[in-house]
């Protein structure tokens, strides 16, 4: 297991990195990796922030890194999916 300070918060190795949740099958960065007590258990949770969208939280096991490439194309897929930059303009002839 990694160190943990006193408030709970795990010094994950993937910490900041872009990962992938098994669960949700959803990439983002891992922000935060806490250890929390749930009916009588401690239990690690991950917190993931996708490009866009809303951050979710998954079990720290779930996680793994995320594939090559996904953090530079990530923010290239984020504009065209909210009609960015990258996203051809439907009014252009």
Do not use: K
């Not at 953090?71 to 051809?88: D, F, L, S, V, Y």
């Amino acid at each position: 297991m990694n160190p943990v300070d006193a408030d709970g918060r795990e010094d994950h190795p993937l910490l900041h990195g872009w990962v992938r949740d098994i669960a949700s099958r959803g990439e983002g960065e891992l922000t935060a990796v806490v250890h929390e007590w749930h009916g009588g258990r401690l239990i690690r949770i991950a917190h993931i922030q996708p490009v866009n969208g809303v951050a979710w939280s998954t079990a720290a096991d779930n996680i793994g890194p995320a594939r090559q490439g996904a953090t530079e194309n990530a923010g290239a897929r984020g504009m065209a999916e909210t009609g960015g930059p990258n996203t051809p303009d439907a009014h252009t002839p």
